[in-house]
């Protein structure tokens, strides 16, 4: 016979999990649908032209994040770096080289127009010491309040390890890609940006907490240690509020070698935007192969939809075990931003792009997708890096920033 105290301790159980099983049964009526429209584009030679893609032929272009200003007008910010013959080849370029510019456009899905470069090196200020001295990359811009939040990666040269290290021959690429940290920088307005009007961090907002690799890594962990999520480095930021508490959540990737290089992610959560982040222990998008080995992915853009009461992630997957087809751009969802599951068609989009003569151009590579959500969760904007040719051997400016209108509907 149940006394008294436990009738109402399972009554007050129930009132508290009854809005969870509200949204759950939510959650599983409905889902968010996707499609990607033509663009405004057309194939010369190696790189796609037209006014849905930005390009350079003086420089890389790379991926681009963008947020509506109070001024009606799209504000984007982007990779990029230069090219040439004096430039080593895009797989080497983009660690040692790359900068941070700023492009608008009147048109949330074409027409971007390049501005300034408005972050470099900060070695190009004078402070070759500085934790993002050597290169800037990854922008991640978000607005919350009446604030811009400009969420980079950065990195620094260490130098050339001393002969007692057993590191002396890592070349000068590998030690800047294994410094890469996750920064912040604030700013009122886009006008404070282009003029300079804002404080570069001193120190990064995020940074690893170990260093396990089998060799060839510089500052090791000690013999024996687990490899965090944010191991060796923390790169691709994405910040989301998270409403039912209010927190931040910062997504980020970090690598694993077992034995070879591997692609996972971690969350770090805050009371503010602007920090500071404390990193989970947990992985994230933990989905496994048939081998047990995870799923190597990267670039994760995450945001919430307002209407379905849930978190989506968009994100490349290199092998094609998170789509359940071909290598390509997923989706996940989440009821709380931690524990993710594949919805019923987790493939966001192919490697391609349909042209509004209806060509289909195939993509070698299509990455580091941001997106452009409505009021109520709704993709509007793909902007995603990309490129025709396998862009890692090249010189030249065959690489572009792709802006992709998105049809969504909820059902």
């Excluded at 301790?9 to 889902?31: C, G, N, R, V």
């Excluded at 190696?46 to 790379?62: C, K, Q, Y």
């Excluded at 940006?193 to 404080?199: D, R």
Aim: proline share 8%; glycine share 8%.
């Amino acid at each position: 016979m149940q006394t008294y105290p436990s009738i109402v301790y399972h009554i007050l159980l129930l009132i508290l999990i009854s809005p969870f099983y509200t949204i759950k049964a939510q959650f599983q009526e409905k889902e968010l649908h996707t499609k990607a429209k033509p663009i405004n584009a057309v194939l010369n030679g190696a790189i796609l032209e037209g006014s849905s893609v930005l390009n350079d032929p003086n420089r890389f272009v790379w991926g681009g994040s963008v947020v509506k200003g109070t001024d009606d007008k799209y504000h984007m910010l982007y990779n990029t770096w230069h090219c040439g013959d004096s430039i080593p080849k895009f797989g080497d370029s983009w660690v040692l080289y790359s900068e941070i510019a700023y492009a608008v456009s009147d048109k949330p899905d074409r027409d971007f127009v390049f501005q300034k470069i408005v972050l470099k090196g900060a070695k190009s200020d004078g402070v070759a010491s500085a934790w993002d001295a050597q290169m800037v990359t990854n922008p991640h811009v978000k607005q919350f309040e009446n604030t811009y939040y400009l969420y980079y990666v950065g990195s620094k040269d260490p130098g050339i390890q001393s002969k007692n290290s057993g590191n002396k021959g890592i070349s000068q690429r590998n030690r800047v890609q294994q410094m890469l940290r996750i920064g912040v920088i604030e700013f009122n307005s886009f006008e404070d940006l282009v003029a300079g009007n804002f404080t570069r961090p001193k120190e990064p907002l995020l940074a690893p907490r170990t260093r396990v690799k089998p060799n060839n890594i510089i500052a090791p962990s000690p013999p024996g240690t687990t490899p965090k999520p944010d191991n060796i480095i923390v790169v691709n930021p994405s910040v989301v509020r998270r409403p039912i508490d209010g927190k931040y959540l910062m997504y980020f990737k970090g690598n694993l070698y077992d034995p070879n290089w591997r692609g996972v992610h971690g969350v770090a959560i805050s009371d503010n935007p602007s920090g500071p982040f404390v990193p989970k222990d947990d992985i994230i998008f933990d989905f496994k192969m048939k081998d047990g080995r995870l799923a190597s992915a990267e670039d994760p853009y995450v945001w919430y939809h307002n209407t379905l009461n849930r978190f989506y992630a968009v994100f490349k997957d290199f092998s094609g075990k998170i789509t359940g087809s071909e290598p390509g751009l997923a989706l996940l969802e989440s009821i709380d931003g931690m524990k993710w599951t594949k919805p019923s068609n987790p493939f966001f989009m192919k490697k391609e792009v349909t042209l509004m003569n209806g060509d289909i151009i195939k993509l070698n590579r299509l990455e580091r997708p941001q997106l452009l959500i409505d009021a109520d969760g709704n993709p509007q904007v793909l902007y995603a890096a990309g490129s025709v040719v396998n862009i890692n051997p090249r010189q030249d400016g065959s690489s572009f920033n792709i802006q992709i209108p998105i049809e969504a509907f909820v059902e």
